[in-house]
């Protein structure tokens, strides 16, 4: 008898075993930006400790409040709510400040 696969495990097989042109670009972005596959257990293996409030994330990012909203509204940076309260995974800020770096040199010649 032929066990039934859940769709997670039918998707991860294929972006991470097929020869195919979009799941091999998909690995090699995955590559590039040090990010691995998640699986389901992802959110609920992460420790307590490495769920941040809003007002933790603003003082170290040294952004306003309209700023993080702005980053929750446009799907930049991930949150969970809880009642009325907000948090952000220490791990999304990381990979969103990864994903959006710039590097300018600066010019001090003239």
């Known amino acids: 008898m032929k066990e039934h696969k859940i769709l997670t495990e039918i998707l991860k097989d294929y972006f991470q075993n097929s020869n195919e042109p979009f799941a091999i670009e998909l690995r090699k972005l995955f590559a590039e930006t040090n990010l691995s596959l998640m699986t389901e257990k992802?959110?609920?293996?992460?420790?307590?400790e490495d769920?941040?409030?809003?007002?933790?994330?603003?003082?170290?990012?040294?952004?306003?409040?309209?700023t993080l909203?702005?980053?929750?509204?446009?799907?930049?940076?991930?949150?969970?709510?809880?009642?009325?309260k907000l948090y952000y995974r220490r791990q999304d800020i990381l990979k969103t400040l990864?994903?959006?770096y710039t590097m300018y040199k600066m010019n001090f010649d003239d």
């Open 51 to 66: 769920w941040l409030d809003g007002q933790i994330v603003m003082h170290a990012l040294q952004i306003s409040p309209r």
């Open 98 to 100: 990864y994903a959006n």
């Open 42 to 48: 992802s959110c609920e293996e992460t420790p307590l």
């Open 69 to 84: 909203q702005t980053l929750r509204t446009n799907g930049t940076l991930p949150f969970s709510r809880i009642g009325n």
